[in-house]
Each structure stands twice: as C-alpha cells, then as structure tokens.
C-alpha cells in the first residue's frame, strides 16, 4: 500500500464571494515566453548563442512582444548573448526583452552593464515566499523576506535612474502556491498581475486559464511547455485553445510544422506524438467509428456551406495551422468501411456508393490483417488493380451510340461494342431504351450473359471543363445470384459507365 499519509492537502480556500468562475476569457493575455530561460536551463544541452539567436526569431516572428532571454548576471553565455541581441540590432522597437536576477547589488549592476542599449527592459527579480523555503533554504522570517525584496526593489530603482532607456520591474514571489494566503495578498489595483505555471500536476495550461478567468493579465510560458521538472506551461496549448473558442490569439501560430522544426533543432527535445494539437498523431483517427464520424461531419460543413467549424472528434480545423487533411485517416484492421469510403473521397476525390463501401473495405482489410496499417497511396493502387486497370478476360475498347428515336424500333439506342475477349478482339451491337440497357441486351444476346445492372451512379472527377467523369455499376449475375461493383473513368459519360459495366463483368 503506498503511504499517502506521507503527504498533507492543500488547505481550501474560503471565500464565499468568488465569481471568478463564472467569468469567460474574452481576449489573449500578455504573452511573455521563457524559453530562453527557464526552457533552456532546463534543457540537457542547453542551447549554443546561435541557435539561441535563432530560437529569439521565431519568437519575435511568432508575435512575443515580451521575451525572457536569461540570467546575464549568472552565466557569460546569457550575457553574450544578450550583448549580440544588441549589437547586432536584433530586438525590434515592440518587443521588450527581459531579464531574470536576484535582488542582489553585484548582480543588478552586472545586469544593467549587460543591457546597455537596450530601449526597454524588463528586470525581473524574484525571491521565494514560500513556507517551505523560508523554512529550510533561507531560515528567514516573514519580515526578513519581504525585506529582501523592498531592498532589491529599491536597487533596481537607482540603477534605473543612470540607464538611459525604459525599465520595468517585475518582481516575482518565487513558490507562490506554497505561500500563506494572508502573506500573499498584494494591491491588486497598481500591477500587471502575471502568472508562470509550471506543469508538475500536469494542470499547467489549467491554471494558466484559471487564472486568466480569475483576472490575471499577463502569462509566462514556453513553446510546447519546455521548461524546468515537468516544464512550463505550453504557451501554444493555450492560444490554440483560445482559437478554437473563437478568440483571436494574436500568436502567429498558423504554422506549427515551422514551430515544431526550429523547437526540435534548437532544444533537442521532440515534440509528443500526442502533444495537444502539435503531436504528429493528434489530427489522426484510428478507429473506423471515429473516422466516419468525421467523414460525416466533413461532408455535412460542407454542405452546409457555415461559416464555424463543427467536425466531431477535430476540435480545430487542421488546414489552419498548415495540417492537411492527409494524415486524419489512416487505415487498419479496425478502420471500417467509413474510413476507406473517406480516404477515397478526400484523397483522390472518388464518391464510391454507399452500398460499394464494403465491397472496397473487405479487399482493405484482408490487406490490413497482413501488413498492418494501410497507407492512402496502396489504397488507391488497390482500387486500380481491383476496378479502372482490369482488362482481363474481357477489356472495353471502342464503342458508338447511335439514336434510333425517329425510326419506328422499339428501342432508341443502337450500340456498337469494341472489345477484347481474351485479347481477341470483337464486336457486338444492340439495342436497348439507353447506353447502358443497350450494352446489357448486347451482353446477353451476344455474350450469353445474363447480367442486370442493378444500381447506376456516376460524378465528375475535379473540376472545369476537362474533369474526367467516374461511373459506379451495382451488376448482378442472374446466374448465380453475386453483385459486384465495377468503376469506369472517361472524360465521356457514356464511356465511363461501359467501362464501369466491363470492369463488374471482370470481377464476377
Ligand atoms: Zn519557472
């Protein structure tokens, strides 16, 4: 039995006149990222100047208008590269790069040398309030930590009066949540009120929007969470959540692909597979419920024609952040006729009849059973060996329509059939009240055939003048009783379905 007992609650919290929890978030907070702190302290092997260089465009690219690049105080590294930052004029006129320090005198005086240049700065010191640590690491009081902060308070104020640009002090009380409330409370009223979660009960992004709800302005974070123990909380969870709430998260975030290269490059660390709406799988169904769950859920948007995105089982629409569609489906042994059906219509633009759907899954999935999962491509080569490309024993080469309609025949077409038996070729006309029931009394009177065409479809393929038209037989063998499906594609109609008619006949 583990001993739980070994560990003490979090006492609640009484106050009956809380409405926070009520609130909605209505707009982005003040992103601030960390990643080129708290992330690369964290990291195994932390980032070299140049990849850090390149690390601080992405996110002035991304849209940070508030960026911790370091502790220059504590490692030469930070301060050279925040002296490249400068030197090379990397910092644009609407980001304010700030800096982490501890309130003390040698460091504050290290740090301004470090941001000569710089036209806004945020200095941002910090001490641990919390119980624990007073206790153990600082053997402080109360009195004594607050004081530690009003003197660094203070020291910041006098360097910032000799620098010639912006500073704005950011003061952290470090292990907050460890803290006493009635140490805690701050005036609410005269500050930014910023939060930095990190993600050790896996409720960072939690947090960080409770907060936002309880009115906090301003949130530090990282790039897919990066950052110290269980890492920051995942700045890009929270704006693509706000997004897909119809909140603008004014993040450039449209490309994750691009986030996720440069992310994996730069900290060595990649992303999840699972990794909220950044994993490779997470735009990915496996199960053949849920694929045609989405299948429909497509189909109906479009239909549709609304303007909000409601797809079951995608809570974004995966094209908005550079995703294709491509990977939503892929297909194995629990897929289902809906997943195949799916990948046909999305991927090669194929609206295979509802009743075909499992005649074209069961060739998927004995396929599946043998090999695992299934890729697109080998479905469609599968559908073409199966359908357009079988040419034995009968292949449809030539044929021609003429309309009786003015003569005084019962019937109004006469058709007249090309094709190879065998590879021999041959011919057949007939007659009938159409194309196809004119092909079917050929078949049958000249093939001894007995077959009747039980369902018809067809649709173009693309778009314009020059779409190919693909046509679906239902064909029954009188003989025997089986149906099968035959596809034909032409740029004709009429073309299309024979061919359709000689690809049943080859499978019968
Ligand atoms: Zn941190």
Redesign the pocket.
């Known amino acids: 039995m583990m001993n739980f007992k070994k560990y003490k609650r979090v006492p609640a919290v009484n106050f009956s006149e809380r409405e926070w929890p009520n609130r909605q978030i209505e707009k982005a907070p003040i992103w601030c990222s ?1 990643d080129l702190r ?1 992330g690369n302290q964290a990291l195994i092997e932390p980032m070299v100047v140049e990849e850090k260089i390149e690390y601080f465009d992405l996110l002035v690219k991304l849209g940070f208008k508030e960026i911790e690049v370091g502790f220059p105080s504590a490692s030469q590294i930070e301060y050279d590269f925040l002296r490249q930052l400068v030197d090379r004029k990397l910092i644009p006129d609407d980001v304010t790069i700030q800096v982490l320090v501890q309130c003390r005198e040698h460091l504050l005086k290290r740090t301004f040398e470090a941001l000569e240049g710089v036209k806004t700065a945020i200095v941002h010191i910090y001490n641990s309030t919390s119980t624990l640590q007073r206790d153990v690491v600082f053997n402080m009081s109360r009195e004594e930590i607050k004081q530690i902060a009003v003197e660094g308070t203070k020291l910041v104020k006098e360097y910032a009066k000799e620098f010639p640009g912006k500073v704005v002090l950011q003061y952290s009380p470090e292990s907050f949540t460890g803290t006493e409330l009635d140490f805690a409370f701050k005036n609410r009223d005269s500050i930014i009120l910023s939060v ?1 979660p ?1 993600n050790d009960r896996g409720t960072g992004v939690a947090s960080a929007e409770l907060s936002l709800m309880a009115g906090a302005d301003r949130i ?1 974070g990282t790039l897919f969470g990066n ?2 123990r269980t890492g ?1 909380v995942d700045i890009l969870n929270i704006a693509f959540n706000m997004f897909s709430q119809g909140i603008n998260p004014e993040l450039n975030i449209e490309n994750i692909n691009e986030i996720i290269e440069v992310y994996e490059r730069c900290c060595k660390i990649p992303v999840h597979v699972r990794h909220p709406y950044a994993g490779k799988l997470v735009f990915t169904a496996f199960s053949g419920s849920h694929q045609d769950a989405i299948n429909k859920g497509v189909k109906a948007l479009m239909e549709r024609k609304s303007s909000i995105w409601e797809v079951p089982y995608l809570p974004i629409d995966p094209a908005d952040i550079g995703r294709k569609y491509e990977p939503i489906v892929r297909i194995n042994s629990q897929s289902g006729k809906g997943g195949v059906a799916f990948i046909m219509e999305t991927y090669y633009g194929y609206k295979l009849p509802k009743a075909m759907h499992k005649e074209f899954a069961d060739i998927i999935q004995k396929i599946s059973e043998k090999q695992g999962e299934v890729a697109p491509e080998q479905i469609m080569d599968e559908f073409k060996i199966t359908y357009l490309e079988k040419k034995e024993p009968l292949h449809f080469r030539k044929c021609k329509f003429e309309d009786l309609s003015d003569s005084d025949m019962s019937y109004d077409t006469l058709a007249k059939i090309v094709y190879t038996d065998n590879g021999v070729e041959k011919t057949f006309e007939a007659t009938g009240n159409g194309p196809i029931d004119a092909v079917q009394n050929g078949l049958h009177q000249e093939m001894n055939l007995d077959v009747k065409v039980l369902d018809y479809s067809e649709h173009a393929l693309g778009e314009g003048a020059n779409a190919q038209a693909a046509a679906y037989i239902h064909l029954l063998d009188r003989k025997t009783g089986k149906t099968v499906f035959g596809v034909g594609v032409s740029s004709n109609i009429t073309r299309a379905s024979i061919r359709a008619i000689f690809s049943a006949l080859n499978r019968l």
């Open positions: 960390v708290d930095h990190h530090e950052g110290e920051n």
